[in-house]
């Protein structure tokens, strides 16, 4: 089958829709496909299988940036590989966001199967452009959403069926032994992945850690992630501040090796998460996981079983959750083994079959 997947994001910007769109596409092609990934980008891409269709502008929304294209050179380009590639099925990615996955619903002559990421409480500007979204609804031939939360989120603005899917995971890349990173401070280890934007939450993980730096006096803590909040960092002593290790944005291929030298992986994510494709990383890696008690991550973990899940924006709690795993190994052990079985259930072994058959109902309905 000849399958098109479209980003929204650029796609040299680190972003979980992003990494699912590429490594959708690698098991895509290893299971036989033919696939073309179009995305809006700064640069070329290293995949021989992605076309470039424009440049990115970074629009603020919702607390983070999102690095969007929708321009009419953009909209030309789609429309010129969608011809010549001529797909069977065209799947889309967050196809209500103004970038290349709307331009490519609205144009594409093949069935389109969307994937919905995204989770908020409420969005006034989705509630005000439903009319618009509802003219998008209606090229779209399936509805896919990552979990239970991104589903409700989307049906509040533009309802219709929506099947719940969730994000598949590499978890061999995760799971397999490796060497730990080195260089690193302390000799345990809180391990943060993510954007430093107001929604993840990274001024309470600060809190939290300079309440445990007193006590754990070999703690550190490692940030992959850059962005606005590493400001937080300014309200710690500087004995505390030089145990953190400010690594900036790390490519997703490196990750592993530093979950490798890490203790406990912690989210504490103020909200807006619809999945928590970093929390189900941690755990395909061994890791005990501290998150947020919100929506999206309570579809991936459950407390006390997988992980441990406190109030968000609650560093007193965090650091309790925290404590609790680096200072007693049984627990830790515990969350562990079974984040790993969890982790499985998440891989695209697991996944990718149940896209395969979307795939199949609507390019035998378009037949």
Known sequence: MRILLSCPYAWDAPGGVQVHVRQLAGVLLERGHEVLVLAPGRGGAD???????????????????????????????????????????????????????????VVSAAP????????????????????????????????????????????????GDVEVVPNGLDVRTFAEPRAAATGLPGSRRILWVARLDPQKGFPVM???????????EDLALVVAGDGRDREALGTLADADRARVAMLGSVPHADLPAYHAAADVFASPATGQESFGITLVEAMAAGLPVVASDIAGYREVLTHEVEGLLVPPNDPGALASALRRVLTDEGLASRLAAAGRRRAETFSWEAIVPRLEAIYDRVAGRAR
């Open 206 to 216: 600060v809190r939290a850690f300079a309440r445990l730096a007193g006590e754990l």
């Open 112 to 159: 389109v199967v969307a994937t919905h990421h995204a989770h908020l409480e409420r969005s006034r500007l989705m509630e005000l452009a439903s009319p618009v979204l509802r003219t998008v609804r209606r090229r779209l031939s399936a509805q896919v959403a990552v979990s239970r939360a991104a589903a409700a989120f989307l049906s509040r603005a533009v309802p």
């Open 47 to 105: 995949e021989p299988f992605v076309r470039i269709v424009g440049r990115p502008v970074r629009v603020p929304y919702a607390g983070t940036v999102a690095p969007i294209c929708f321009s009419r050179r953009s909209f030309r380009r789609i429309r010129t590989f969608l011809r010549v590639f001529e797909p069977d099925v065209v799947h889309v990615h967050e196809p209500f966001t103004p970038s290349t996955s709307m331009l490519t619903a």
